[in-house]
């Protein structure tokens, strides 16, 4: 129409402004932004944006034993000597030896002790061996405390022992050995109780079809007894600590997207070599700094959660990108003039306007549905 050059310049501002991508730019950052919240809110740190778009894809999930599926506060549930000295004495010397160390069982014999009023053993020239148990001196004597792997190493026989090793291990207890010299000289259990809520965690972990696996540095009996108190069916017991990215690449290798829970400092590298670390928040400053997940309150059922919010979030960021899309196809076209010769309708600036603004609003709304949707 005339003014032609008018009517050109109009329909070219309707195009730029209805053709501003300003929807398909909100699409992904502004679900990012609500998942998150959303995810603070239900007391799960996100501190890797891709890992929450991954999450999602997980196809195995690894769990650690110690203060992940279980409680991660073992208590010394028996103490046997195999020696004329008195379970005190035992007690004492094994809380001389692991005087130094900060894992939670070495923890539990110094509470142990403690609530005895035992005074530690002083000792020297420490050793920890990751994965087995610690060595040190004791006026002039060598001592060793650890698992049967520890005394296999040094030479130590335990044979006369072993059957009531196995019986502590079946029962969910880990049974550790205390020698003097070359000799076994007493034997001490830990039990550490599963949380309450694992069970149910690996039950709608296997509901959302991941492969689950228990990874521990503990005797395979005592890995499969609380093993199956959790629902859990595959395990991989007596992992060394610094095996345990191994086992997280060899799975990746195999084609399975990878998740890794943990607290500790030994399951660091296999959280920083999975697709998606976890970390529990009552665990080790490094295992936190080196997930892409803090589960704060330290429940397995959170991770689960994270799952289906990540599920949840992608399908969010699609539904946007989609919506954007077609809003783009079908306005573009119109703003160009696409209706005038059939209907004589030219679209104003104003309404190309607002209608970007709705666009952007319609994103921002659908993203906001996460905040209030339950999977």
């Given at each position: 129409?005339?003014?032609?050059?008018?009517?050109?310049?109009?329909?070219?501002?309707?195009?730029?402004?209805?053709?501003?991508?300003?929807?398909?730019?909100?699409?992904?950052?502004?679900?990012?932004?609500?998942?998150?919240?959303?995810?603070?809110?239900?007391?799960?740190?996100?501190?890797?944006?891709?890992?929450?778009?991954?999450?999602?894809?997980?196809?195995?999930?690894?769990?650690?034993?110690?203060?992940?599926?279980?409680?991660g506060?073992?208590?010394?549930?028996?103490?046997?000597?195999?020696?004329?000295?008195?379970?005190?004495?035992?007690?004492?010397?094994?809380?001389?030896?692991e005087?130094?160390?900060?894992h939670?069982?070495?923890?539990?014999?110094?509470?142990?002790?403690?609530?005895?009023?035992?005074?530690?053993?002083?000792?020297?020239?420490?050793?920890?061996?990751?994965?087995?148990?610690?060595?040190?001196?004791?006026?002039?004597?060598?001592?060793?405390f650890?698992?049967?792997?520890?005394?296999?190493?040094?030479?130590?026989?335990?044979?006369?022992?072993?059957?009531?090793?196995?019986?502590?291990?079946?029962?969910?207890?880990?049974?550790?050995?205390?020698?003097?010299?070359?000799?076994?000289?007493?034997?001490?259990?830990?039990?550490?109780?599963?949380?309450?809520?694992?069970?149910?965690?690996?039950?709608?972990?296997?509901?959302?079809g991941?492969?689950?696996?228990?990874?521990?540095?503990?005797?395979?009996?005592?890995?499969?007894?609380?093993?199956?108190?959790?629902?859990?069916?595959?395990?991989?017991?007596?992992?060394?600590?610094?095996?345990?990215?191994?086992?997280?690449?060899?799975?990746?290798?195999?084609?399975?997207?990878v998740?890794?829970?943990?607290?500790?400092i030994?399951?660091?590298?296999?959280?920083?070599?999975?697709?998606?670390?976890?970390?529990?928040?009552?665990?080790?400053?490094?295992?936190?700094?080196?997930?892409?997940?803090?589960?704060?309150?330290?429940?397995?059922?959170?991770?689960?959660?994270?799952?289906?919010?990540?599920?949840?979030?992608?399908?969010?960021?699609?539904?946007?990108?989609?919506?954007?899309?077609?809003?783009?196809?079908?306005?573009?076209?119109?703003?160009?003039?696409?209706?005038?010769?059939?209907?004589?309708?030219?679209?104003?600036?104003?309404?190309?306007?607002?209608?970007?603004?709705?666009?952007?609003?319609?994103?921002?709304?659908?993203?906001?549905?996460?905040?209030?949707?339950?999977?």
């Amino acid at each position: 129409p005339d003014p032609s050059l008018g009517y050109a310049f109009v329909t070219s501002m309707t195009v730029l402004v209805i053709a501003c991508p300003c929807a398909l730019g909100l699409a992904t950052p502004i679900s990012v932004m609500v998942a998150v919240g959303r995810a603070a809110q239900s007391g799960i740190l996100i501190r890797n944006g891709d890992a929450l778009q991954t999450a999602g894809k997980l196809t195995c999930l690894i769990l650690d034993k110690t203060g992940t599926v279980t409680e991660g506060k073992p208590v010394v549930t028996s103490i046997e000597s195999l020696s004329e000295l008195s379970e005190n004495r035992i007690l004492q010397l094994a809380a001389g030896i692991e005087s130094g160390s900060e894992h939670p069982l070495a923890a539990s014999i110094l509470a142990a002790a403690e609530q005895k009023q035992l005074k530690p053993e002083k000792m020297m020239q420490f050793d920890a061996i990751a994965g087995f148990g610690i060595s040190a001196m004791c006026d002039g004597q060598r001592i060793l405390f650890g698992n049967k792997a520890l005394m296999d190493t040094q030479g130590i026989r335990y044979t006369d022992v072993n059957k009531r090793l196995e019986t502590l291990s079946a029962s969910g207890q880990t049974p550790m050995l205390l020698a003097v010299g070359d000799a076994v000289i007493g034997i001490i259990a830990v039990a550490d109780p599963i949380k309450k809520d694992s069970a149910a965690a690996v039950m709608q972990l296997a509901g959302q079809g991941i492969r689950v696996i228990m990874v521990t540095g503990d005797n395979p009996i005592t890995a499969d007894a609380i093993a199956k108190q959790a629902g859990i069916v595959e395990v991989k017991a007596q992992v060394l600590p610094q095996d345990k990215a191994q086992v997280v690449k060899e799975l990746q290798e195999q084609g399975e997207i990878v998740g890794m829970v943990g607290d500790g400092i030994n399951d660091a590298p296999a959280l920083a070599q999975a697709n998606v670390g976890l970390a529990i928040g009552t665990g080790t400053d490094v295992a936190i700094e080196s997930a892409d997940v803090v589960i704060l309150q330290g429940s397995l059922l959170k991770v689960p959660e994270v799952i289906g919010l990540s599920k949840a979030t992608v399908t969010n960021i699609k539904q946007n990108l989609l919506g954007a899309f077609f809003y783009n196809t079908i306005s573009i076209p119109v703003a160009a003039g696409l209706l005038y010769p059939v209907f004589g309708i030219l679209l104003n600036p104003m309404i190309a306007g607002a209608a970007m603004a709705m666009s952007s609003l319609t994103v921002v709304t659908n993203a906001n549905r996460l905040r209030w949707m339950k999977w």
